[in-house]
């Protein structure tokens, strides 16, 4: 069974930083492409950023670039998001999400591509 817990959200000031990781048991973490999506109150799930099986291929929203990394680490299980410059339009609960490799890395922007999900961690960034 996969289970995927995310941890590291938090309450931060405007210009600040987090990390929020992710760790995946029940399944060779290595054959999976990992992806970070974030919903806000009222909003729709939106990608962040995604990480191919091998860490290869990596993307992220426009809105986040420059700011944020995503990485993986297959020793541990567990993929991260470091988040820097946080703004407050960053608040939202940060989910990971995971499928098996087997799909173009193009599609991986949508969260319609991913089977397995956590249940999220809380990301509030005040003014």
């Known amino acids: 069974q996969v289970q995927l817990v995310e941890s590291g959200g938090g309450l931060v000031q405007a210009g600040g930083s987090l990390r929020l990781s992710c760790a995946a048991s029940?399944?060779?973490?290595?054959?999976?492409?990992m992806g970070w999506f974030r919903q806000a109150p009222g909003k729709e799930r939106e990608i962040v950023s995604h990480?191919?099986?091998?860490?290869?291929?990596?993307h992220y929203a426009d809105s986040v670039k420059g700011r944020f990394t995503i990485s993986r680490d297959n020793t541990k299980n567990t993929m991260y998001l470091q988040m820097n410059n946080l703004k407050p339009a960053d608040t939202a609960v940060y989910h990971c999400?995971?499928?098996?490799?087997?799909?173009?890395?193009?599609?991986?922007?949508?969260?319609?591509?991913?089977?397995?999900w956590g249940q999220g961690t809380q990301v509030t960034v005040s003014s």
């Open positions: 029940g399944v060779t973490f290595s054959n999976y492409h």
């Open positions: 999400a995971a499928r098996y490799r087997g799909t173009w890395s193009s599609a991986l922007v949508r969260a319609s591509e991913y089977p397995y």
């Open positions: 990480i191919t099986w091998g860490g290869g291929v990596t």
